[in-house]
């Protein structure tokens, strides 16, 4: 069984950064992207970064291009989010997950890891 295990998620301030990070346990596996999602109370899961190994790329919302940045290791599949200027928007559970496929839906997911911003 494959499981993702976030860490690093915390209370902070406006403005304050956070670096998460994404490691997995159990059977080993091959990912070709992994990714980080979040959830907010009362809201639907939503995509916030992810990058793809083989060609190199990352893709990020447009909510947190120019303050997050997703970074990782494909031979370890792990990967981070470092969250600089975070806004009280930016609060909820954050998830990552990996895909083995080259495209379609993440075949993995995390259990979340909770981020709150206060104002």
């Known amino acids: 069984q494959v499981q993702l295990v976030e860490s690093g998620g915390g209370l902070v301030q406006a403005g304050d950064s956070l670096k998460l990070s994404c490691a997995p346990s159990?059977?080993?596996?091959?990912?070709?992207?992994m990714g980080w999602f979040r959830q907010a109370p009362g809201k639907e899961r939503e995509f916030v970064a992810r990058?793809?190994?083989?060609?190199?790329?990352?893709d990020y919302a447009d909510s947190v291009k120019g303050r997050f940045t997703i970074s990782g290791d494909n031979a370890k599949n792990t990967v981070y989010l470092q969250m600089n200027s975070l806004k009280p928007e930016d609060t909820a559970v954050y998830y990552c997950?990996?895909?083995?496929?080259?495209?379609?839906?993440?075949?993995?997911w995390g259990q979340g890891t909770q981020v709150t911003v206060s104002s």
């Open positions: 159990g059977r080993t596996f091959t990912s070709r992207a």
């Open positions: 990058i793809s190994w083989g060609a190199g790329s990352t």
């Open positions: 997950a990996a895909r083995t496929r080259p495209a379609g839906s993440f075949t993995y």
